[in-house]
């Protein structure tokens, strides 16, 4: 679906101030994948995902949709915008239309549907992110919660239709329990949508949860390309690149130290149940 192929990308490029910020990555997005990027703090994440859908024109290298380069002549980059949905950090903030529909629907008018076309379009992305829209789309945006107000603008984007959505801390500054919806209607969205989801996450727990593959930036490199499980499995890399690991897979690894044989490589709070009762029920019949 996109790949990009050497891209690097520098900040402020022939001034006093240039900084690199992405350097010779090189990957691969398939159709239907969930992919999570992860990183410490300026490794490039953001950067990365504003090329995959034009918003920034690579220093070298190119970015391909379909083995078309999204900057060439005769591409339109208002197309790869809709199809590429990506929703930036606190988008929240980004919302200003007088009611919820009103808002979500902005995108699909400005794509020249006709009012009537661009409200359906709306009610359906408020129904996918779970804020049914009789109740919700005449109220004001700024009297949602904040997780509430995070799903709007959620729905704004999907309201566009696209076929691949991209995250950038979709749960950052909400609540335990606005965390978890979020993270849930994310997984919705790709069983029920179909949709190719990128996460960009300080998370490793989200991640977990949700992501099949990871790709670990480091200082604006790839190091790391590859199945959750494997990257996860490989701690000192990540100690070294200041990243952790699930708080369950930290919960095993600590029970395997105190003499309980679970698996190392669980993600997930149910995998850690299933881990756990089966090293009891081992102890249980003495075979410890």
């Known amino acids: 679906m996109i790949r990009c192929e050497h891209l690097t990308y520098v900040y402020g490029r022939g001034t006093p101030f240039e900084v690199p910020a992405l350097t010779d990555v090189s990957l691969a997005i398939s159709t239907g994948e969930v992919v999570g990027i992860i990183g410490a703090t300026g490794s490039g994440k953001s950067t990365l995902v504003q090329h995959m859908n034009g918003l920034l024109r690579p220093t070298s290298g190119r970015v391909l949709l379909d083995d078309v380069d999204i900057h060439g002549p005769r591409v339109d980059r208002r197309r790869i915008r809709q199809q590429i949905g ?10 200003f239309e007088e009611t919820v529909v009103a808002d979500v629907a902005f995108g699909p008018r400005n794509l020249g549907l006709s009012d009537e076309d661009a409200r359906a379009r709306a009610r359906r992305a408020l129904e996918l992110v779970g804020l049914p829209p009789d109740r919700f789309g005449p109220r004001s945006p700024f009297e949602l919660s904040g997780g509430e107000m995070r799903r709007a603008a959620i729905a704004g984007v999907l309201a566009m239709e696209p076929r691949m959505l991209i995250l950038d801390e979709p749960a950052a500054g909400l ?16 069983r029920d949508g179909a949709l190719t989801i990128v996460l960009i996450t300080h998370s490793m727990d989200a991640v977990a949860q949700l992501c099949e593959r990871l790709l670990v930036l480091d200082q604006g490199r790839l190091v790391a390309d590859g199945p959750t499980r494997a990257v996860f ?3 000192s890399r990540l100690t ?40 009891l029920a081992v102890r249980g019949r003495g075979v410890l």
């Open 86 to 95: 990506l929703l930036f950090q606190d988008p929240e903030q980004q919302l």
């Open 233 to 235: 499995a490989d701690l």
């Open 240 to 279: 070294a690149l200041g990243l952790g690991l699930p708080q369950v897979t930290l919960l095993a690894r600590r029970l395997v130290e105190r003499g309980l044989p679970v698996r190392r490589d669980v993600l997930t709070i149910e995998e850690a149940r299933v881990a756990i009762l089966e090293a």
């Open 175 to 190: 609540d335990p329990q606005g965390r978890r919806d979020i993270l849930e209607h994310v997984r919705r969205l790709h």
